[in-house]
């Protein structure tokens, strides 16, 4: 059984920092292509990142050069850095794996 855990989520001022983890069982991440999703109140979920077997990462317009995305394999974990966070980055941020697999979703609340 595949399960996605996303977890490092919380209330930020704008201008500060967080990491995100998703952590998986049943499933290697190293083989898949993983993304972050988020969802902000009353919005649709939007691509934020993802990352592919070969490392290779794209990221949406709104967080280039914010955040980074990036996986520790031993760990089976991907990791979502967002550095200068902003208000409008508040939204439940949910980790993708295979397109079809998905996690519960972490808090982001970033305060103006």
């Known amino acids: 059984q595949v399960q996605l855990v996303e977890s490092g989520g919380g209330l930020v001022q704008a201008g500060g920092s967080l990491r995100l983890s998703c952590v998986a069982s049943?499933?290697?991440?190293?083989?898949?292509?993983v993304a972050w999703y988020r969802q902000a109140p009353g919005k649709q979920r939007e691509f934020v990142a993802h990352?592919?077997?070969?490392?290779?990462?794209n990221y949406a317009d709104a967080v280039k050069g914010r955040f980074t995305i990036s996986r520790d394999n031993a760990k089976n974990t991907v990791y979502l850095q967002m550095n200068s966070l902003k208000p409008e980055d508040t939204a439940v941020y949910y980790c993708?794996?295979?397109?079809?697999?998905w996690g519960k979703g972490t808090l982001v609340t970033v305060s103006a």
């Open positions: 993708n794996c295979r397109v079809f697999y």
């Open positions: 049943g499933i290697s991440l190293s083989n898949s292509q």
């Open positions: 990352i592919i077997t070969d490392g290779s990462t």
